[in-house]
């Protein structure tokens, strides 16, 4: 089959080798599936550049977690009825050596869920890991209805699904969005009011905007950059859920954390249990086949153009990158 590769970390295209290779099998409660789409997260990216705190665990692997394709063999323990299923992929790469970014991947069956209909491969490669992350972040916390949510990031792959979500669940949604270009899309998939910062100006602004409130839900993409100005403009007992940082050190005033009894949650997509990630695909399901939310996708490549579309993540590329994979 044809994969993309690397044997050591650095930068794509050093290191990201395009050839043929060994199918994988399908072991005990995995499945076999021919990808036609391979998804790029930023985690793929920086596990492949050999960011801190991320070593590598296999002499060679085959990256991204992320994809959609077409079930063609089974494994032990998986009834043979799944065979011609179109799959949505994610987690693919997990605590394995081989990905999506192939012809071929194996996985347990668990992380292959039946493509929501309307959907094509390319789309379905985007959902796995950002639509996980944003409607865990959206809807694993309580209710929302006519609730303040703040979305950080807004303007991104997760942001953008957490932005819709919340607007499905019938929040008032509020989305920092720095990038211009990004803001008209926010809106229009629900956004109720656009931030452009997070300066004392913004504080303000929400403030008003809340009618003095302030924000009951805050969903985070960079908490070592955002964490004191989330508290301070949180609704008393609210909640801060965090999905990402930059930095592994955070200075938030915890005195008004505790003044304002205020509850923060950080999580790791990767490290959900079976049922919260039920729950979030159920949510995401949803969104897709109950609404005309679709996932913003910024390019689209060949397989042997991987370095590229690692590059383009790393440029912060508006919109989703995929790898799109023909016979």
Not at 31 to 38: E, I, K, M
Not at 55 to 83: F, K, L, M, N, W
Not at 224 to 251: D, W
């Amino acid at each position: 089959m044809r994969a993309v590769w690397y044997c050591r970390q650095g930068p794509a295209r050093e290191v990201l080798e395009y050839g043929e290779t060994d199918p994988p099998t399908p072991g005990s409660g995995d499945v076999l599936v021919r990808v036609n789409a391979s998804g790029v997260n930023p985690s793929d990216v920086k596990q492949r550049a050999g960011a801190p705190g991320r070593v590598q665990p296999y002499p060679r692997i085959i990256p991204h977690s992320d994809g959609a394709g077409i079930i063609v063999g089974v494994g032990p323990g998986v009834a043979d009825e799944r065979v011609g299923q179109r799959v949505l992929l994610y987690r693919a790469q997990q605590e394995r050596a081989f990905g999506t970014a192939a012809q071929f991947v194996a996985l347990p069956q668990e992380f292959a869920v039946e493509m929501p209909a309307g959907l094509s491969f390319v789309e379905a490669a985007t959902v796995g890991v950002p639509g996980v992350t944003a409607a865990h972040a959206v809807g694993g916390y309580g209710d929302i209805a006519g609730r303040n949510v703040l979305i950080t990031g807004a303007g991104g792959a997760v942001g953008s699904y957490a932005v819709a979500l919340a607007a499905l669940a019938g929040a008032n949604v509020f989305a920092l969005v720095r990038a211009p270009s990004r803001r008209e899309r926010v809106r229009a998939i629900g956004a109720c009011h656009i931030l452009a910062d997070s300066g004392a100006e913004a504080a303000t602004e929400l403030a008003r905007a809340t009618g003095g409130r302030g924000i009951d839900l805050s969903i985070d993409v960079d908490f070592s950059a955002l964490g004191g100005f989330l508290v301070a403009v949180a609704a008393s007992e609210g909640t801060i859920v965090t999905y990402g940082s930059a930095r592994n050190e955070a200075q938030v005033p915890i005195r008004d954390v505790r003044q304002k009894g205020l509850a923060i949650h950080g999580f790791n997509v990767y490290r959900l249990s079976p049922a919260r990630n039920a729950a979030a695909l159920e949510r995401v399901t949803r969104l897709l086949t109950q609404t005309e939310f679709r996932p913003a996708i910024g390019c689209v490549l060949p397989l042997e153009r991987c370095p590229e579309a690692h590059e383009a993540v790393e440029a912060g590329s508006h919109g989703k990158v995929v790898l799109e994979l023909k016979d």
